[in-house]
């Protein structure tokens, strides 16, 4: 079900169905959704009787069959609400248990008419029979990042709500600095909104002064300087880092994680990846995608492949070393920067 066939459901144009499943990366997207959902389930009285949390995957399944199975306390229905049962996620090692799934394989062919089950999941796998079985009984809504162009567009909108106003290639830039998803620009925007007081506009210069650059953002470009074998500059951001507090170990699996992502960008574009697949594959931003792809283009698999194995090999010493991880990291940095 898309977002548009979610809202006519809200807005009372269609029925709702009595199974709902919600996931994706925009948590804030999804949030606002859900929150709304449940003003529309939620039973008007007795609420502490008709509504029900079940959260992570190691609930009482019998307690669920309590709840569905009693009648509602003076009310026309009840909602329950699972938050991340990874029901949906069929490899039982970071999955629900076998016998879980096997519980709600059956009981989505019998759900009351007086009950509605919403599901709120950080993670999910397409490819899951009981995803399949929700998807023809009753809805699922993705909610994936949107577009560069879609985002700083929205940047724009929110700063008119709080009566402030930003050019587009200034909201772009607060949006490649900060964090994955509208969330974590909100929070952003929020502040700035508040630094600049009674000042209409957001400018370059309020964004360099108050938003710090996530970690990630600061390690995708010091990587990208040891690539290019500049030295001088991968190290002036490692200082960045370790004045901001970071601590090694962070930095230098930061710095492992942009490298595999950046491989396999460039394997996935072998293949004949667009951008919108590369993202869905490697769970990242329209933003991050479009940095990988960038970056992908200078160098060879063979490169990005050394790249990882010695980070991989410092990872190792660091944690069986008894030298100062940052001297160590700071050696590995300058090291890498003038061999690459």
């Known amino acids: 079900m898309q977002i548009e066939e979610l809202k006519k459901i809200l807005k009372g144009q269609k029925p709702a169905p009595r199974i709902f499943l919600l996931w994706g990366e925009e948590a804030f997207l999804k949030a606002h959704y859900k929150k709304q959902l449940i003003e529309l389930l939620m039973p008007s009285t007795m609420e502490d009787l008709n509504l029900f949390h079940f959260n992570g995957k190691g609930y009482d399944l019998r307690h669920v069959d309590e709840a569905i199975e009693s009648l509602p ?144 953002g600061r390690v995708f470009e010091m990587q990208s300087a040891m690539l290019q074998g500049d030295g001088d500059r991968a190290l002036r951001l490692l200082e960045e880092l370790f004045a901001l507090k970071t601590e090694p170990v962070q930095i230098l699996g930061a710095i492992v994680y942009n490298a595999d992502k950046l491989l396999q960008t460039k394997l996935l574009i072998a293949e004949g990846a667009d951008k919108a697949q590369i993202m869905s594959k490697l769970k990242i931003s329209p933003f991050a995608a479009t940095k990988f792809i960038k970056d992908s283009a200078k160098y060879s698999v063979k490169t990005l492949h050394g790249f990882i194995e010695r980070l991989a090999e410092t990872d190792r010493y660091i944690k069986s070393n008894s030298i100062e991880n940052e001297t160590l990291l700071s050696l590995l940095v300058s090291e890498l920067a003038t061999s690459t």
């Open 73 to 216: 306390v003076m009310a026309e229905g009840k909602l329950l609400i699972f938050t991340d049962s990874m029901l949906f996620k069929p490899d039982g090692r970071v999955g629900a248990k076998a016998e879980y799934r096997e519980y709600w394989l059956h009981r989505f062919k019998d759900i009351p008419p007086y009950v509605t089950i919403l599901f709120d999941e950080s993670e999910i796998d397409k490819r899951s029979a009981l995803l399949k079985q929700v998807d023809k009984e009753g809805a699922c809504v993705e909610f994936a990042y949107m577009t560069e162009e879609e985002m700083v567009r929205w940047t724009i909108r929110l700063f008119g709500t709080m009566g402030k106003q930003i050019e587009i290639a200034d909201a772009r830039y607060l949006n490649e600095i900060t964090a994955a998803g509208m969330m974590a620009v909100r929070r952003e925007a929020e502040k700035l909104a508040a630094y600049t007081g009674d000042n209409p506009r957001i400018t370059r210069q309020d964004i360099e002064l108050l938003v710090t650059p996530e970690t990630e």
